[in-house]
């Protein structure tokens, strides 16, 4: 569309600001873009007991039930600890200009709480940091991605509410050490998949754990932490910092399984709960008035005395409504959605009530849900600007998993690339905000409950060899052209 009306284009182009300096080509990524890749803590460092740092709730969880997560656990997962300046060799090597890495909360506070710092691990992040800047490549840190300290688990983990305030007070020593030199902050990712994901799996395990309470007790806290720790960078840091922050979510497009009203409407019910459940309070406020009715009746049936969904109160509201810079979306895959009927027990499952299956076109990947469909991508996006009012999108996750070891990862190069072809769609034809893509993950790493089967890198990591060897794969080379050159062939 954008070669027929070449003006209608410009006009767009100005309206979402980053497309100034450019003309709407769908091919052409615009110089301000942001190319990255990313990592998490536990699922690169290692080190898991070194100098000073103490158990994370993964720590504990891979060490006790290894056998469930294919006798994996992530004591030295890619060797990070040690071979960080190898990883930063690698983005060197590919010309990546942006990396997304993340804390480890228990290397910086062992105890969890803010009383003891952990210089080592301060150190860690310091060096890490440096490097990064003298190699000339920009940092996003996330604070937390899923390694809750399990000394904090002793006390409820994110079901207490006094876990606000312990985030809060870990955030603000992250703001206070690093932020000279960070500039963009992930507060807390995925709170869906570690208030539901995890739980709808370790359930297994734990039966007593009591599910559709625990859920929305946790995605609870999660907002109020993250929004707390977005009120003290804006009044403690940024006129010193000038840097961004917001929170990373999850959405796979969900889209009716036919066009029926009934599918559609579901479809659209599981995007609320899955991705408005976070986007709404902090962009609207308060939960998606879908969440408040169905979560209330149906725990108003099942006996509980007042709904499993938390409620704000007025204070609360104007405290998270707002609190975010940008929307941080993670996405990988799309599903179709049918209603369906589940039974009275409570489970966020129950609440949700929708079925979901994928298209049997869809390429397979190395994790079996994480089907192939680059369109969503497009779809979603498109999705959440509507919803959200037009808000700067920076995709924070997305990638291609195989479970080989091949350096020729054809594959993983065609999913980039109809990925980043509709991402360019996206900003050209439905004038969506889009500013950066940042592929998950620079290097092979602990995938948490499928361990080292499932491999998302850039860059393969050797894990039997003793330095943990880093290799660029070919998807490495494609990123590496597309990233000089800002094209994508659709
Ligand atoms: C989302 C998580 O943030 C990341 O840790 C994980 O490896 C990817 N999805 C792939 O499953």
């Known amino acids: 569309m954008c070669r027929q009306f070449f003006i209608f284009c410009i006009l767009v182009s ?155 007070a870990y955030a603000d020593i992250a703001f206070n050490l690093f932020g000279d030199r960070v500039k963009l902050w992930a507060t807390i990712n995925e709170p869906k998949s570690f208030c539901e994901g995890i739980p709808s799996v370790v359930v297994n395990l734990f039966p007593e754990m009591p599910i559709g309470t625990y859920e929305y007790l946790c995605g609870h806290h999660a907002i109020l932490a993250h929004a707390k720790a977005y009120r003290l960078y804006k009044e403690k840091y940024q006129a010193t910092q000038q840097g961004r922050v917001s929170l990373v979510l999850d959405l796979g497009y969900n889209m009716g399984l036919t066009n029926s009203t009934v599918d559609e409407d579901a479809a659209e019910r599981k995007n609320l709960f899955e991705f408005g459940w976070f986007a709404h309070p902090i962009v609207y406020g308060d939960y998606p008035d879908i969440m408040q009715e169905v979560i209330a009746n149906n725990s108003a049936r099942q006996g509980f005395p007042v709904s499993r969904l938390p409620k704000f109160t007025s204070s609360e509201k104007l405290l998270v409504q707002g609190a975010y810079d940008l929307i941080m979306l993670n996405t990988y895959t799309s599903y179709m959605i049918t209603m369906a009927n589940y039974s009275n027990s409570p489970s966020y499952q129950n609440d949700l009530q ?31 600007s509507d919803t959200y009012a037009s808000p700067e999108i920076i995709i924070t996750e997305n990638g291609f998993s195989d479970n080989t070891a091949t350096l020729n990862d054809t594959e993983r190069i065609s999913f980039i690339n109809g990925t980043l072809t509709n991402i360019r769609l996206s900003m050209c034809d439905d004038g969506v905000n889009v500013t950066g893509y940042f592929y998950w993950s620079l290097i092979d790493s602990m995938e948490w409950n499928s361990g080292y089967t499932v491999k998302f890198g850039l860059v393969q990591v050797d894990f039997d060899s003793e330095n943990h060897t880093r290799t660029l794969k070919n998807s490495a080379y494609y990123y590496k052209n597309v990233i000089e050159t800002r094209l994508v062939n659709g």
């Open 354 to 384: 929708t079925s979901t299956s994928q298209s049997s076109e869809w390429l397979s990947s190395g994790l079996s849900t994480f089907k192939v469909h680059p369109e969503g991508t497009r779809k979603v996006l498109k999705w959440i």
């Open 14 to 168: 100005a309206i979402i600001g980053s497309e100034a300096a450019d003309t709407c080509n769908s091919s052409i990524f615009p110089s301000t873009f942001k190319f990255g890749a990313g990592t998490s803590a536990f699922q690169i460092e290692g080190g898991w007991n070194e100098d000073g740092k103490s158990r994370s709730w993964w720590d504990w969880f891979s060490n006790s039930y290894s056998i469930y997560i294919n006798n994996a656990t992530g004591n030295t997962a890619s060797d990070s600890y040690h071979q960080y300046k190898q990883d930063i060799a690698s983005m060197v090597a590919m010309g990546l200009p942006n990396y997304r890495f993340s804390l480890s909360w228990t290397r910086i506070l062992p105890k969890g709480l803010n009383y003891s710092i952990n210089q080592a691990g301060v150190d860690y992040y310091n060096n890490l940091l440096d490097e990064l800047e003298a190699a000339g490549i920009e940092p996003l840190v996330t604070i937390y991605h899923w390694d809750t300290p399990y000394a904090l688990d002793f006390l409820g983990g994110w079901t207490n509410p006094k876990m606000v305030d312990y985030f809060v």
